[in-house]
């Protein structure tokens, strides 16, 4: 199991040369998402090779303009390549309205079902799930209705210890997938091999939690305790705390301070006011509470 995530874009507001507005796509356990889809996330997706036949599932946290003004036309573009495979929209609602506003009158028509799921919860529920992955929102405080993505690995069957199953010539491939469910062999001779001697314990399942906009809220930690990676994003410094309440946003030294409480393994801030136009220093700010801290910057790669 494994888990990638792909930084598209990771600043504030409006699109500028270098600043996209926010984007990200994860790949975890074979499962491809897209979470957010500002302005420009189409041409972001071909600059870095994200599969546009991939993705199948969007996540859209809120209705600013920066998180989903891309999502028409990245739907446009899927219509004009043929594709037939549905794609499912989880978003607030209102989503669905103004998406099929769009395609109406600008005769956009698609040949594939496009299915919406509109969130109106306050409180954490789950909205997705399959036999590897389950996604559940993470309530957010902003100045719309907001909500960050907790996405989860399954649990895992044991793992083969290879070099001691191979020391049995009478365990066949055929085996291997009741020896991983956690059966015993039993050779012809009537000897009893303990699972515990062919496997090994299963992979910790790998977790993301994305929390976009929103103001410090103290009551997401038990949601997102101990995740391997936490997107939290990080407007402003402590210099502007007084416009990040204004505007219900958080600081870099907020966002660390949220990773701490949660004990989370990695940090990633983004988000970034176009005022400051050095990002470093948000990293700096951060890692006076936090030490596993990176920045988001478009391209970046982040493995677990």
């Known amino acids: 199991m494994s888990l ?28 491809h998402f897209l979470i957010d889809c500002g302005e420009g996330t189409q041409r972001q ?22 998180h989903f003004f891309g999502l028409i036309g990245l739907i446009a573009t899927f219509g004009i390549l043929n594709r037939e495979k549905e ?23 698609v040949k594939f079902d496009l299915i919406f799921h509109e969130l109106t919860s306050k409180k954490s529920e789950l909205i997705f799930e399959d036999d590897k992955v ?49 059966k015993d062999v039993v050779l012809e001779n009537g000897e009893i091999i303990k699972n515990e001697e062919l496997t090994l314990p299963a992979s910790k399942p ?11 809220k103290e009551d997401i930690v038990p949601i997102i305790k101990n995740v391997d990676v936490l997107y939290h994003e990080a407007t402003f410094l402590s210099d502007r705390e007084d416009l990040a309440k204004k505007t219900k946003h958080a600081t870099a030294l907020q966002a660390a301070q949220i990773a701490k409480l949660a004990a989370v393994n990695q940090l990633i801030i983004g988000h970034y006011s176009s005022r400051y136009k050095n990002i470093e220093l948000f ?11 990176i920045l988001a910057e478009a391209g970046k790669k982040i493995t677990v």
């Not at 209102?94 to 506003?101: A, D, F, M, R, S």
């Not at 399954?154 to 365990?171: A, D, G």
């Not at 790998?206 to 410090?216: E, L, N």
């Open 45 to 66: 997706m071909r600059k870095y090779k994200v599969s546009f036949a991939k993705i199948n599932h969007i996540f859209i946290s809120h209705l600013h303009g920066d």
């Open 206 to 216: 790998k977790s993301f939690a994305f929390c976009s906009d929103t103001c410090y």
């Open 87 to 109: 794609l499912h929209v989880f978003g607030p609602k209102g989503i669905k309205e103004v998406t099929k506003l769009q395609l109406k009158v600008s005769k956009s028509y």
């Open 283 to 293: 990293r700096k700010e951060a890692a006076q509470v936090f030490s596993n801290v």
């Open 4 to 31: 990638q995530l792909t930084i598209l874009g990771c600043h504030s507001a409006t699109p500028r040369a270098n600043a996209h507005p926010t984007s990200q796509y994860l790949e975890i356990n074979n499962r």
């Open 134 to 182: 389950s996604v559940t929102t993470i309530p957010l405080s902003h100045r719309v209705y907001t909500n960050g993505f907790l996405f989860q690995e399954k649990e895992s069957t044991k793992r083969l210890h290879i070099e001691n199953v191979q020391q049995y010539p009478e365990i066949q491939t055929c085996d291997y997938h009741n020896i991983k469910a956690g």
